[in-house]
């Protein structure tokens, strides 16, 4: 076997491979290839269609075109059983571990028959251990998964392909849940891999660690290959390009007259579970036209503020206007008045996943006028064209509006959620983390959309932990510490590091300096 | 009062009596437990355990042999586990919704049955059920010996039955399998096994032990077959399996303390009967259980996955 021979020969191949979901074509006669020692990443925004394809190739779905395959082999669709035999393992961005059970137990179950008398335990013990020797993976066996942090978690799962002789690895998103340390130690276990002949598929649309730690990138966009680069002649503008099919351009911030006050915090304090999440002696004033940037490291009375204005909780002393009114602990009416609440975990307090997306959009004004007949019965058909014109006007990418909304992905949630409070017109926006997890296109689509509300009149507080983000968006830029705020200061007479100070404590000198 | 309750714990009879008392018990524990392991809760156990004492004695009545008896009953237990698991497992349906419904049809099924093949009977027939079988040797030590080891042979399948399921569970490729489909379905299928079959497989065994369960009260304990005499045992089991955190040995234990009071109760009524009514000594297992499952439950960690139907190709 020559050098030559293995190189003609792809390792694993995808020859027009087509999925539809409903009208969705989630892919869209891809065709790809993959060699013996590599790491190919695969990068798309969310919705591109990256892990449709996976799933397709480890037997989870069945594709309704094209083939797959592996040493020149086809790869029977839709079993699992086959794209393991043929050395392919996955591991999914969403784990598939159980949780009371132990590490070993993860990683053994299906390796034996299974009508056999008993478990040889004592055998997979040894291999595990060989394995763990071998490429750095270390993990108790005898541990619970639920005991284990994420980064482990994560181990455990590349150990369970590993001892089924994986040589093809895929990883979907693997540093998303990752702290930058336990990211740097994954990929010397990705280098370990590939040094061994292992072919890896990286799914991710992180381009820093698509430059520094793949060596070719294919590009998925909307479903189809958008264009196949070695990654030593990819630079990050033309990935990006390539990924969103336009320059991306993160929205610019013109300047404004602030109008009336909608917000007006006036010596609050608010208890919340812990000290520090707890709110003391916090004034604020937001006007309209203005967005106020609320910087912070989390768990410093973020959480407890975003309750206070969204209604779900009231002040014990001091003074809380909202849009001309006190404060109350009624959501209800504070939606009425005209609050837009974007929260802080969409999947949880955003949306009700396992409702369909009409339902979802109309949430908040479902006893409007549009919807509701005689302000109580809700007009489907009504409902249902509103959501269609929402779903059309926010490029919600789906299946319809009648899709179970939990089936959307993180972007396009949060472009739900956008529809939702934005179709409205509030006069008030508490915009929370509105952007984590999102993906380039879909951040500059959130934060032009904050723009223009703010265009249309409206008072924004946006809360982030990414200071780019605040000082891109904001007009003027409060910090909390310890449930304590500064006064908020002009954006263009603030630098990083100033913010960074007050994030940390650094309270005194700067906040009274002015 | 209290010395003659003292008196009661430390005769042979009432030891033997807790033993022949938690012998279906804990068969239907042990099935449902079974179930609930792999994901699946099978609240037809009260109706599936009527249908096992109706077919296990209606067989031996018929003139058949006491061991085909429980096979047939067995076998009858895993056919309504299959009809749970189709409505469950593979249409993905509402489990307690099917489990209600089962029961309901398994226990009107067996009456209409027994009237059907005994539509003359006035006073409930007899068979010659199992006998006790004294165990050489062991069947000699005092108190234990008559306790443990004087029993029907039935009985010895029951309490044996724990330890086998334990080990089948905890130490074989099958039970891993089972485990890991209450956990994580996803991890199941995608180490290449078919989830819906360790499923399906799972409760139509389970099942089989609930009907074996009820063979029991009418094959060992009685010798008939009449209107009611499950008489809730199924939705003791149910309770039980989360007193005992679904493991078999703590659901050993959890029937034993059930069934001690149920024996002690009968004996107590005796002493105190004057003075209080019966009812209360009735009542007392029940309220018991459900205080020692308040204070259980709340440490029991149940398997993540039950009631969670799994579908093949659905988005995740």
Redesign the interface.
Known sequence: MTEKSVSVMPLLSFRGITKR?GPLVANDAISLDLNQGEVLALLGENGAGKTTLMNIL?G???AEEGEILVDGAPLPP????????AGIG?V?Q?F??????TVL??I????????????DIKAARTKIADMAAEYGLHADPDKLVGALSVGERQRVEIL?ALYRDARILILDEPTAVLTPQESDSLFETLKKLTAKGLAVIFISHKLNEILNHTNRVVVLRRGAVAGTVTTSEADRAGLARMMVGEEVNRPKVTSMMPGNAVLRLTHVDCQSDSEAQSLKDVSLEIRAHEIIGLAGVAGNGQRTLANLLSGLTTADAGDVEILGAPGVADPTELVRRGVGRIPEDRHATGVVGEMPLWENLISEDRRGAEIARAGFVIDKRRALERSKRLIEEFDIRCEGPEAETR?LSGGNMQKLILARVLSRGPEFILANQPVRGLDEGAIAYVQSRLLQARADGAGVLLISEDLDELFALSDRIAVMYHGRMTPPQDTAGLTVGDVGLLMSGHEAESAHAH | MIGDIFEILLTAGFWAATIRIVSPLILGTLGELICERAGVLNLGIEGIMTMGAMAGWMWVFQGGDLWGGIVFAAFIGALFGLFHASFTVYLGLSQHVTGIGITLFASSLSYYVFRMLLPDATTPPKIVPFQPYAIPGLSDIPVIGEALFSQTPLTYLALLSVPAVWYVLERTPLGLAVRMAGENPVAVESQGIDVLAVRTGAVMVGSAFMAIGGAFITMSAFDAFYFGMINGRGWICVALVIFASWRPGKALLGALLFAGLDALQVRAQQLAGAQIPYQFFLMAPYVLSIAAMVVMARRASYPKALLVPFRRGDRV
Do not use: C
Not at chain 1, 78 to 85: F, H, M, N, R, V
Not at chain 1, 96 to 101: D, I, K, Q, Y
Not at chain 1, 108 to 119: C, I, K, S, V, Y
């Open positions: 979901f480890f989870h779905y069945v839709g079993s699992t059983d086959a794209a393991i035999q996955m999914h969403h598939t571990l159980a949780e009371n059970l137990e993860n053994t179950l299906g390796t034996e028959p299974l009508f056999a008398w008993r478990r369970k089936l």
